[in-house]
């Protein structure tokens, strides 16, 4: 019903920049949150950013300074801009949203299939 597609990763030099897309799609009432995680090889998958709607946004303490989460509301669309990118950034991620769909009173948590983001020399 809900379709998050991520795209823009890629092979990125240590200190280069690379920004991801968040596309929404399907039966979409309302997103009240939205966001971008990660999980690297081994490890738990971790906030990145993540703003609500109309609200504030926050940020994993890795990538503050760094990273920064906008919107294109008439998109339904969601990007993560990524600066001075290092090896520690290296990791498949997430776009993430919490929606409310047409004709159900809930809101239901949304994940893209991923997208990887390598940092090497």
């Known amino acids: 019903q809900v379709q998050l597609v991520e795209s823009g990763g890629g092979l990125v030099q240590p200190g280069g920049s690379l920004k991801l897309s968040c596309a929404a799609s399907?039966?979409?009432?309302?997103?009240?949150?939205m966001g971008w995680y990660r999980q690297a090889p081994g490890k738990q998958r971790e906030l990145v950013a993540a703003?609500?709607?109309?609200?504030?946004?926050n940020y994993g303490d890795s990538v503050k300074g760094r990273f920064t989460i906008s919107r294109d509301n008439t998109k339904s669309t969601w990007y993560l801009e990524m600066n001075s990118l290092n090896f520690e950034d290296t990791a498949v991620y997430f776009c993430?949203?919490?929606?409310?769909?047409?004709?159900?009173?809930?809101?239901?948590?949304?994940w893209g299939q991923g997208t990887q983001v390598t940092v090497s020399s």
């Open positions: 993430y949203a919490f929606v409310k769909i047409y004709g159900r009173l809930e809101y239901f948590d949304y």
């Open positions: 703003m609500v709607s109309g609200g504030p946004t």
């Open positions: 399907g039966n979409i009432f309302n997103i009240n949150r």
